[in-house]
């Protein structure tokens, strides 16, 4: 099993090597330096890794545009009521 497996290797290295095409295969390689097709494969790159950061940061504005908008609504509301009104003293609760 571990020939198998050391034979594989060594001919895909040997095809690598004797074979300088296909090892060219990436598109910086393959466009060479400064070509329009080395431009459009970085800026590819840049609008891919960009994508993700945007949905996140947009996502992240709004959730912050949403509570600042709710502060704002119970700050003008007036006097702070709580929700519960709990007595603690057994006294004042009436029971």
């Not at 060594?10 to 095409?21: E, K, T």
């Not at 295969?25 to 080395?38: E, L, R, Y």
Request: proline share 6%; charged share 15%; glycine share 8%.
């Amino acid at each position: 099993m571990k020939l198998k497996i050391l034979l594989g290797l060594s001919g895909a290295f040997a095809l690598l090597v004797y074979l300088p095409p296909i090892a060219n295969a990436c598109a910086v390689c393959w466009a060479g330096d400064g070509g329009p097709t080395d431009k459009a494969f970085n800026w590819s790159v840049i609008f891919l890794m960009a994508a993700p950061y945007a949905v996140v940061g947009s996502i992240a504005v709004w959730l912050f545009c949403i509570h600042r908008r709710s502060a704002a609504r119970r700050a003008n509301n007036g006097v702070k009521q709580p929700l519960v009104h709990l007595d603690l003293n057994p006294e004042d609760s009436g029971r």
